[in-house]
T-cell receptor
């Protein structure tokens, strides 16, 4: 019940295209769903996050879509740019008394110029 | 950037030797975490701390111990390193679990021969 399943493992997109990464969770106690972006040699950094009281959150070219009934959430990168090439991790946390963030296995995105 | 310093950044050691990784923060954040990152596994929580001398196990805690004697320092110790502990280790901090944002250090790459 603690898993967060992420797909695809890798993704290649043309510049200007849409990148879509999906995650699914099992624990209905999760109440916070962030996405982290990691560049080579660096630590992950928060990109965008959503709580389950909304179905979508948009920040610039990045959008999270959230489907509570299906226990799924996804990251959409519009107008993908070569500078977006990085590894993306979804995560989930929440529930009474927990300080644990459960991460997906990551998606390596490459945007071709 | 959050004030998180990990040391050493790179270390090569031999099987059976003890290893200590240090995480130092200047943000006065309450919560501190140690993750390991491995291909195909994403980020997995080793141990975390919710205050000075208050620590708990994560999902992959076997073979690791931690200590937090001051707010700013969180130490991860491998009592007797094994090749399976070859990994990149990330420290993360958070001021409040409810906000969700983890700030990561730049990682410590450990190779156990």
């Amino acid at each position: 019940q603690q898993q967060v399943k992420q797909s695809p493992q890798s993704l290649i997109v043309q510049k200007g295209g849409i990148s879509i990464i999906n995650c699914a969770y099992e624990n209905t106690a999760f109440d916070y769903f962030p996405w982290y972006q990691q560049f080579p040699g660096k630590g992950p950094a928060l990109l965008i996050a959503i709580r389950p009281d909304v179905s979508e959150k948009k920040e610039g070219r990045f959008t999270i879509s959230f489907n509570k009934s299906a226990k799924q959430f996804s990251l959409h990168i519009m107008d993908s740019q070569p500078g977006d090439s990085a590894t993306y991790f979804c995560a989930a946390t929440g529930g009474s008394g927990t300080y644990k963030y459960i991460f997906g296995t990551g998606t390596r995105l490459k945007v071709l110029a | 950037d959050a004030g998180i310093t990990q040391s050493p950044r790179h270390k090569v050691t031999e099987t059976g030797t003890p290893v200590t990784l240090r995480c130092h923060q200047t943000e006065n954040h309450r919560y501190m975490y140690w993750y390991r990152q491995d291909p195909g596994h994403g980020l997995r929580l080793i141990h975390y701390s919710y205050g000075v001398k208050d620590t708990d196990k994560g999902e992959v805690s076997d073979g690791y111990s931690v200590s937090r004697s001051k707010t700013e320092d969180f130490l991860l110790t491998l009592e007797s390193a094994t090749s399976s502990q070859t990994s990149v280790y990330f420290c993360a901090i958070s001021w409040d679990r409810a906000t969700g944002e983890l700030f990561f250090g730049e990682g410590s790459r450990l190779t156990v021969l």
